[in-house]
């Protein structure tokens, strides 16, 4: 079946777990700049980074959006 073939191509990254950007971003209805910047602030999980590029663990991801989308680093310096 041909057409599997193309859709397991067009979207490898859905059974992944280390997500792009854009699948981020997809998740969370955000733009992907918009994740750049929650990222850079510690309102979310940081990605990994693989070689030059950057990845988001799938169940790191799940788990936070899960807790509520938690600050990850609000206890920095003791203060919440």
Known sequence: ???TIMNERK????ASKLL???HVAEMLGVSQRHVWRMADAGH?????SL???RRWN???LQQWI?????QRWALKGGVA
């Open 11 to 14: 979207e490898p990254e859905k």
């Open 66 to 70: 899960a807790e509520g989308c938690p």
């Open 51 to 53: 070689g030059g590029s």
């Open 58 to 60: 799938r169940e790191e």
């Open 44 to 48: 979310m999980p940081r990605p990994l």
């Open 1 to 3: 079946n041909g057409g």
């Open 20 to 22: 792009r950007v854009r």
